[in-house]
C-alpha cells in the first residue's frame, strides 16, 4: 500500500477491565497513555487496539457467529482497509488526532481469555494492530481517519576520488543499494534509496551527513575511506557527529571475517546513531560490502523498531 487511504471509524469501545470484551460508547478520548478509562492504557507501545469489519467479515463467514463492535477488546472498528497488512510506523491522521502503528497481531490467550471463551476463538492475534497515540483528542463513530503509510529513506554515498572523477566504476555503492532494496523488500516495508559519489573530502562528507540527519534519513552507509590511508577520513567524520555508537556490528564483523582473513581487522568502520539516523562506515570493496550488510540487515529491523520504542523480543 503505497497511497495514503482514508478509512471510517464505524465504532469506538471501552473495556474496564483486561481479557474481557469492550462495549461501544459515544466517544473515545485519546491521550498519551491511550484511551482515557480503558484497562489497556498506559505508557507502553499497545496503547490503543485496532480491528478491521474486513476481518471481522471473514471470522463470521468462517465461523458463522455473529459478533459485534468490540468483541474482539478493539478500541476502535475501522472500515476501508485491512490493518494487517499496515506496518510499525504507518500512521493515521484525522478529526484532530494522530496515532502511530506499533504492532501486527499478538499472542493469543486462548482459554485463559474471556473473550476467546464467549466467542470461540479470536481474529485479534492476527489481524488486529495496535497504536499509540502521537496526538491526543476525541474519536467518535462517523469520523475519518487517512492511513499515511512510512517510507524509510536511505542514503547511501560512495567516497572516492578517482569514482567521483569518472576513473574507474564504483560498484561498491550499487551493491549496497541492491542489499538495502533486498533488505527493505524481505520485510515489505517501504523504501526510497538514493545513492551518490563524493570524493574523500571531510568537508563534503560533513555536509552530506548533516543534510540527511536535518532530513530525517532513515539510514545512511557509507563506502570507502575506512582504512589508514593519507585520504580514508570516512570514519573520523562520522564518529564526531554520532550521537550514540553501536560498536559491537563492526566489532563482531571484524572478528568474524578477520579470523580467516587477517585484513579484515583493519578496517576502522564505525556505526551509529546521528539523531534518528542510523550510520554505517563500510570498506571500499564489493566482497567487504556483502559481507558488512549481510551482518547489518540480520539486525537492522530489530534497531529500527527500538528507535520507535517498541519491544520486538
Known sequence: MSQNITIKVVSVNISERKGTTKHPVEYIELNSNGVKGDAHAGSWHRQVSMLGTESMSKFTQASGLPVKYGDFAENITTEGLELYKTKPGDKFIGAGVELEVTQIGKSCHGDGCAIYRQVGSCVMPKEGIFVRVVKPGKLKAGDTL??????????VITLSDRASRG??????????????KDFFNSIEWQFHVYHEIIPDDPNLLENRLMMARNNNYDIVIT???????????????VSKLLDKQIPG????????????KPNALLSRGVAGLMGSTFVYTLPGSVKAVKEYMNEITKVQKHLFLMLMGIDSH
Open 223 to 237: 563506502t570507502g575511506g575506512t582504512g589508514i590511508g593519507p585520504r580514508d577520513i570516512t570514519p573520523d567524520v
Open 146 to 155: 487517512t492511513y499515511i503509510p512510512k517510507i524509510y529513506n536511505a542514503l
Open 167 to 180: 576513473e574507474y566504476e564504483d560498484k561498491s555503492g550499487p551493491e549496497v543499494v541492491n542489499q538495502l
Open 249 to 260: 556490528i563492526m566489532e563482531h564483523i571484524r572478528i568474524k571475517y578477520g579470523a580467516e
